[in-house]
């Protein structure tokens, strides 16, 4: 990967923003890379990743609030944090470990808790 040490300072409208940024999230990239790459080649390659491309459409697509994108967020973050429990469950029942039950209960509470938190700041 090439390393960047320039900086180009670019002034749009609000408007423009958006465009280009809407572009940019259909193309898979980032806005810099998106600009970069349509700044120096006639054609913008997108990135293959389906899961990232599945949740960036949702954003072009549905547009949201600043507010409803941090709850999203949060929501992808509570459930990274419950896959993340379940694994560490299936692979300590697997080796034969014990599972500390206690420990699970106050954290899927803790989870339980945000995502209370999160539900509520959407009413």
């Given amino acids: 990967m090439a390393k960047y040490r320039k900086q180009v300072q670019v002034l749009l409208s609000d408007e423009q ?5 809407e572009r940019a999230i259909q193309a898979g990239l980032t806005l810099s890379e ?3 790459q ?10 293959i990743n389906p899961y990232k491309t599945v949740v960036r459409k ?27 429990l379940t694994r560490k469950i299936n692979t300590s029942a697997k080796v034969g470990e014990s599972i ?8 899927l509470y803790s989870l339980e808790s945000q995502l209370t938190n999160v539900l509520q700041s959407i009413r």
């Avoid at 349509?38 to 990135?47: F, L, N, R």
């Avoid at 994108?69 to 929501?75: A, G, N, S, Y």
């Fill in 17 to 21: 923003k958006i465009h280009i940024t």
């Fill in 34 to 36: 998106y600009i970069r």
């Fill in 58 to 84: 949702q954003i072009v697509y549905s547009p949201k609030t600043q507010g409803e994108v941090e709850i999203v967020q949060q929501l992808a973050k509570i459930g990274n944090n419950l896959n993340q």
């Fill in 38 to 47: 349509s700044a120096t080649t006639q054609e913008i390659t997108p990135v």
């Fill in 100 to 107: 500390e039950l206690v420990k699970i209960s106050a954290y």
